[in-house]
C-alpha cells in the first residue's frame, strides 16, 4: 500500500507544485474568537519546512520527538520524503474546522492531492490542537490531548498501557506481555525504557484517538492491527487489547540493531510475536497450502515478494520461518548475527548464504520443501 501511494504521490508531485490552502466558507473570524488560531496553523504550513515549522509547535512536544519528527501524523504515511512539511506542499489543504473547547482549539483538516484518472487523493481528514503556552498559541498533536482527555493508564513492568475509560483493563493479560518482553529484551541483550502501548477495540477507535478521521488504506474488513513507532518508544494496538507483542518486539529490537534487513526483523517479530494476532504457525500453514497451489511461484527472489493476503505477508511468515529455522541451528546467538548483518538485500542474502548455508538461487527448493514437510498433514 506504501508504495502505491508513493508512486501516485510522486506523479502527482511531477504535474502539480504549488500549494492551496483553502479555508471551508463557514469559518468565520469575525463571529468566532479563531483568528489567532487558524492564521498560527497557516504560518506553520506556509513554511514548507519541519525544522523552521518547529517555532509554531510547543516546546515539550518538540523536545521529545525532535525538531523533524514533531508533527507524529507524519508516522502516519511516508512519501517517500524526509520533509514532511514539503511533502505536504504539494498538496491542497482544506481547513474544515476550528472548533473551540475547555481551553483548546481543535482545527480539522481534509489533505488533498491532485485526482488521476478520475479517482480522488485524498489521504488524511486530521485535527491538530491550539493550546497556549506563555502566551503565545501553539501547536499540539491529537494524541497528547485525547490522552489526557479519554483515556485511562496502567504501569505494568516496562508498559505504560493507555485505554478507552469505557475499556475494563485485563490486569493479567497485561501482566503476559509485560513478562514476555522482558524475558525477550533479556535474550536480545537489551534493557528496555518505558514503551507507551496504546490500543482500542478497532482501527477506526485508535485511528480517532491519534486525530484522525479518515486516512487511506483503511478499507474493508477491520482486521487486527498495530503499528510501532520505534523511535518514540510508542505502539499502537487495535483488535486484540492488552496482547499484541509484535509491534513491542519492534521497539525493543530499534534501541540495539537499527541496521536490520526487514525481513529479519519482521521475521523475529512475527516468530516471538504473531502477527495479525496468529502465530507463526498459523500464517506458514496458509503460504504451504498457497505454495502448492501456484508452484510457479518464485522464492528465490524473496525481498521482491509482498503480500499473500489481508492478513498474511511474505516477509511476515517466511521471515519468520528464516528466523525459527536459524534458531533451531544456532539459538539467539544466530539470530542475533543476523540482526547485525545489514539492511541492504545483497546483505540479506549474504547472511542466509554465510550463517544458514542457504544459497539465494536455492531458496525456492528450499523453502517449498521444508514447508511442505513441516505443514503438508497439519
Known sequence: MKKLLLIIFTMTALSYRAQDILINYDVDTTIHKVAGPLKLWIDFL????????????????????????????????????????????????????????????????LVEFKPEAAKSNIPYIFH?????????????????INTELYLNHADIGYIRYHYPKSHVFNRALAQKQSDFIAKFAKNFEVQPDTI????????????????????????????????ADAANKMVYSSGLGEYYPHELIHVILYKKYKKTHLWFEEGVATCFGMSRGKDLDWHLKKVN???????????????KLQNMDATTAFKYALG??????????GGYALIKILLNAGNTDAEFYKALKEHLGLEQSALNTFLRSELKKRYEKT
Open 320 to 329: 519468520g520461518f528464516l528466523i525459527r529455522y536459524a534458531y533451531e541451528k
Open 46 to 109: 506556509k513554511t514548507k519546512d519541519d525544522s523552521t515549522g518547529a517555532k509554531y509547535w510547543n516546546d515539550a512536544e518538540v523536545k521529545k520527538y525532535g525538531y523533524t519528527s514533531y508533527f507524529l501524523l507524519e508516522n502516519e504515511l511516508d512519501f517517500g520524503m524526509d520533509n514532511f512539511l514539503e511533502s505536504l506542499s504539494y498538496s491542497t489543504i482544506k481547513i474544515l474546522q476550528v472548533k473551540q473547547n475547555a481551553g483548546f482549539f481543535r482545527i480539522s483538516s
Open 196 to 227: 507507551q502501548y496504546y490500543f482500542g477495540s478497532d482501527h477506526e477507535e485508535l485511528n480517532n484517538l491519534k486525530g484522525l478521521d479518515f486516512i487511506t488504506g483503511n478499507s474493508g474488513e477491520q482486521l487486527p492491527f498495530g503499528k
Open 289 to 303: 497450502a498457497y505454495l502448492l497451489l501456484h508452484p510457479g511461484l518464485d522464492l528465490n527472489n524473496l525481498t
Open 128 to 144: 491538530v490542537y491550539v493550546k497556549e503556552q506563555k502566551g503565545n498559541f501553539k501547536l499540539y498533536n491529537a494524541i497528547g
